[in-house]
């Protein structure tokens, strides 16, 4: 089974700053990976596929980088909008997922 | 516009059943294998089972196997979990989601691209 284990668990930081979360894979993942945000009570929303592409209409202030097991989310400029949950999930083991325990990203 | 909306959630006791519906819109619901994930109360989100685009293959995460069966209806743009033997941590709020496709030539799944709102299932005697 591969393990994606997200850090920080929370992030504190204000609107304006630069957000970087991290998602590291058990194994190799190749760049099979993706990236959610999810809202308080909201369905997640995904952001990024195959590590770095984004999906439709997703802020170009949003990117992802990464491969193998080392892989980053990073928001360029906060937006009040953007501070919620993030989640990574794999597809290496297709048709089976794995999700991230999620990374908090909270207004300071 | 791409809908799609579960219903069939509720209180059931441990031990008990219920069948969750997920009614889909907006896509050729055909083309595309199909997945729910739940999330319970407070926690992350877990992936439990998918679908492929004619049913003929099915896929569970270890937890719910031999309890929870995923199936679909094509003709009715619906898809279905039946669960069983329910247990206190099955409860959750269980999402129905579409896997996006990568291009035309190839039928997988890659990721979850459209979700619902979620119905929330509650265990508890």
């Known amino acids: 089974e591969i393990v994606l284990t997200q850090s920080p668990a929370t992030l504190s930081l204000s609107p304006g700053e630069r957000a970087t979360l991290s998602c590291r894979a058990s194994q190799s993942v190749s760049s099979y990976l993706a990236w959610y945000q999810q809202k308080p009570g909201q369905a997640p929303r995904l952001l990024i596929y195959d590590a770095s592409n984004r999906a439709t209409g997703i802020p170009a202030r949003f990117s992802g980088s990464g491969s193998g097991t080392d892989f980053t989310l990073t928001i360029s400029s906060l937006e009040p909008e953007d501070f919620a949950v993030y989640y990574c999930q794999q597809r290496s083991n297709w048709p089976l997922y794995t999700f991230g325990q999620g990374t908090k990203l909270e207004i300071k | 516009e791409v809908q799609l909306v579960e219903s069939g959630g509720g209180l059931v006791q441990p031990g008990g059943s219920l069948r969750l519906s997920c009614a889909a819109s907006g896509f050729t619901f055909s083309s595309y294998w199909m997945s729910w994930v739940r999330q319970a109360p407070g926690k992350g989100l877990e992936w439990v089972a998918n679908?492929?685009?004619?049913?003929?293959?099915?896929y569970y995460v270890d937890s719910v196997k031999g309890r929870f069966t995923i199936s679909r209806d094509n003709a009715k743009n619906s898809l279905y979990l039946q669960m069983n033997s329910l247990r206190a941590e099955d409860t959750a709020v269980y999402y129905c989601a579409r896997e996006r496709i990568e291009n035309l030539y190839d039928s997988s799944g890659y990721y979850l691209d459209y979700w619902g709102q979620g119905t929330l299932v509650t265990v508890s005697s």
């Open positions: 679908i492929k685009q004619d049913g003929s293959e099915k």
